[in-house]
């Protein structure tokens, strides 16, 4: 190969402005642009952690444990799958970015990834005993747009489920309980009599099955409030604090509930028809 | 100052303070020494020169996201590298070419031909560098062949320097072992 050759190639094709060098600022928007990628990751990363934390320790989720086998199906139906997801992703995209980055060659990569996991768990744990997790979730049912989008993450979690659900105790009956969910009041059908029968006004995690809207309770355990930190707020934010008028709502529904049979309602219109009701009693 | 006596680092400098003329010496020093690393990997001469020209090129275009307080040598040995691989992956023509010397050089680390004839320890040579994992065979031909440091082959190769000691060291067992399988039958 001719050495001049080549040269005056390379040398013809810059000098005529057919290659250009790349201007500084484009590599500095490309290393700027990674870099806030991977804080905003780490720092989703961290929140994330931390949410998941708060939704383990202040939901219905791990009491349907306590259950045992009976409430493994509760257990993983209310498990925050779209938190967990989430946070994995925003691992591995943290990850990736190390991966592709000038310094990731330098030390084993195992390593790099091991520390971030590390800081990601810590900071997480460490987040979780200050109040942000708490004021997200009670933020994510809002409408402004910071709010929604914590909204998946919020509340979706605490919807019904078919095995297991959790709430606030407003009307026990001789084969019946009546509870405030944080997505409406539901009628829990006693399979068995229990010894310890719940109270009004106290908060009670229920294993069993959902059937046509109503709940075949099979075992119910009562917990205090202040361990059930996410469904006492929703509750308390959907149905206010426990009064008389609460009460009297909670009878008038389960009334309306009771009269369903009689008007041959099916369970789904029944329950839209008391529910939307509710606000006019 | 005369443009010979200027080190690469400073010649990038004053190429990307606006004297792109100056890059004729950067090519001049550099065309040979990337020319006999690429020709490990590329056996076709028009071939070979129009991926040393595309090594150029793009050296050039991305002149400004050289740090200039690193080596100039281990950052255009690495568009090199990787414009290798690209090759490679376009044609699918994995093995090594070797020069006439570098056989000796083999031979001399290995010590493995002293009662071998000479054409048949080359032909071997040449089977057991092909038959490596190209992990083991690039840090090999840069260590063997283009003398750079585990510290430049750990920049080139983007690999930590104790993993390039290891695969170094590996692949010399693996080449040693399949030229004694050879030898030994």
């Known amino acids: ?281 | 100052m005369a443009k010979n006596v200027l080190t690469d680092e400073q010649l990038v400098a004053a190429v990307r303070s606006s004297n792109s003329e100056l890059y004729s010496e950067i090519i001049k020093r550099y065309q040979e020494k990337l020319s006999h690393y690429l020709k490990k990997f590329i056996r076709d001469n028009d071939e070979l020169e129009d991926v040393l020209q595309s090594v150029f090129i793009k050296a050039y275009k991305n002149l400004n996201s050289f740090n200039i307080h690193k080596k100039f040598s281990s950052w255009i040995y690495r568009i090199a590298h990787n414009e290798a691989i690209n090759y490679l992956k376009k044609n699918y023509k994995y093995g090594l070419s070797l020069d006439e010397w570098e056989y000796d050089v083999i031979d001399e680390k290995l010590d493995f031909s002293k009662d071998l004839d000479r054409e048949l320890t080359r032909e071997r040579i040449n089977q057991a560098l092909a038959s490596i994992k190209p992990k083991y065979q690039e840090p090999l031909v840069l260590f063997f062949f283009e003398q750079k440091t585990y510290e430049e082959i750990s920049e080139i190769l983007h690999l930590p320097i104790n993993t390039v000691g290891t695969l170094i060291a590996r692949g010399k067992q693996n080449l040693k072992k399949f030229l004694d399988q050879e030898k030994y039958g």
């Open chain 1, 1 to 281: 190969m001719d050495n001049k050759q080549l040269e005056s190639k390379v040398m013809e094709r810059i000098k005529s402005g057919q290659v250009k060098l790349r201007s500084r600022y484009i590599f500095l928007a490309e290393k700027l642009g990674l870099g806030s990628v991977f804080v905003l990751n780490v720092l989703f990363a961290v929140l994330f952690f931390s949410l998941m934390l708060f939704y383990l320790r202040a939901s219905d989720n791990l009491f349907y444990l306590s259950f045992g086998s009976l409430g493994l199906f509760a257990f993983l139906e209310s498990f925050p799958y779209l938190l967990v997801v989430s946070l994995i992703i925003f691992i591995l995209v943290a990850g990736l970015i190390i991966k592709k980055s000038d310094i990731s060659y330098q030390k084993p990569f195992g390593y790099l990834a091991l520390g971030l996991l590390a800081f990601i768990l810590l900071s997480g744990t460490v987040l979780t005993f200050t109040s942000i997790a708490e004021k997200i979730q009670a933020r994510s049912v809002g409408f402004a747009p910071m709010e929604k989008i914590f909204r998946p993450f919020g509340n979706n979690d605490l919807r019904e489920g078919n095995r297991g659900v959790a709430g606030r105790v407003i009307e026990v009956g001789a084969r019946y309980v009546l509870i405030q969910t944080p997505q409406s009041i539901l009628k829990l059908n006693l399979v068995d009599s229990f010894s310890n029968p719940p109270e009004v006004g106290q908060f009670v995690v229920v294993v069993g099955e959902m059937i046509n809207n109503e709940f075949n309770a099979q075992m119910i355990r009562q917990v205090n409030e202040s361990e059930m930190q996410m469904i006492r707020n929703s509750v308390h934010r959907r149905f206010g604090p426990l009064d008389s008028e609460t009460l009297e709502k909670g009878r008038m529904i389960k009334a309306c509930f009771d009269d369903c049979p009689r008007l041959k309602l099916p369970p789904k219109d029944c329950k839209e028809k008391c529910l939307e009701s509710q606000s006019q009693f």
